[in-house]
């Protein structure tokens, strides 16, 4: 029923390719970003639920760890 809908719809083959390659384009940049996390930085954030409160750095350090 709906395909009868767009059917009529001249250009409609378009969306599709267009959703498809911004869905693309945003994963490969998610992965890119992941890739090239410190690998310090992911240590840290692996081991932080294991620790204690009181070895936990505080939001100031944790931001600064980020930047650098």
Known sequence: MLSDHFSGI????LY???SLIFC????AAAIYKVARL????LTRMENLPLETFSENKNNSEM??????
């Not at 001249?10 to 083959?13: F, R």
């Not at 931001?63 to 650098?68: A, G, S």
Request: a negative charge; glycine letters at 4%; proline letters at 5%.
């Open 16 to 18: 599709p390719v267009i």
């Open 24 to 27: 693309f384009i945003f994963f």
């Open 63 to 68: 931001i600064n760890e980020v930047t650098q």
């Open 10 to 13: 001249e250009g409609i083959s």
């Open 38 to 41: 410190d690998k310090k930085y």
